[in-house]
Nanobody, 123 residues
Framework: QVQLVESGGGLVQAGGSLRLSCAAS????????MGWFRQAPGKEREAVAA????????FYADSVKGRFTISRDNAKATMYLQMNSLKAEDTAVYYC????????????????WGKGTLVIVSS
């Protein structure tokens, strides 16, 4: 069992930055590909970014490339999402999720989910 807890959400003006954190407890964190997903009001949940368990390689949705950076610290069992140049359309609940030896960005394959943290970007 893995427990995931997100933090760092809040209200920010367009063009600003936020850093989300996802703290994990339970089974070996380094065995999980980790992903950030988001769900905006009235929309389906979508993958934002993911980071490999194997070599730290990353995946980004086209909408956030060049603005968001995902990272992980296996020693601290924590994943991060640095979000820069935020736009109103980034407003959503952001979830972290864990994918045991997987890819980390396939919604249906994620094994564990956090409860989410709300990000609101005012224009």
């Amino acid at each position: 069992q893995v427990q995931l807890v997100e933090s760092g959400g809040g209200l920010v003006q367009a063009g600003g930055s936020l850093r989300l954190s996802c703290a994990a407890s339970g089974r070996a964190f380094s065995s999980y590909a980790m992903g950030w997903f988001r769900q905006a009001p009235g929309k389906e949940r979508e993958a934002v970014a993911a980071i490999s368990w194997r070599d730290g390689s990353t995946f980004y949705a086209d909408s956030v490339k060049g603005r968001f950076t995902i990272s992980r610290d296996n020693a601290k069992a924590t994943m991060y999402l640095q979000m820069n140049s935020l736009k109103a359309e980034d407003t959503a609940v952001y979830y972290c999720a864990a994918d045991y030896y997987g890819l980390g960005y396939e919604d249906e394959h994620m094994d564990y989910w956090g409860k989410g943290t709300l990000v609101i970007v005012s224009s």
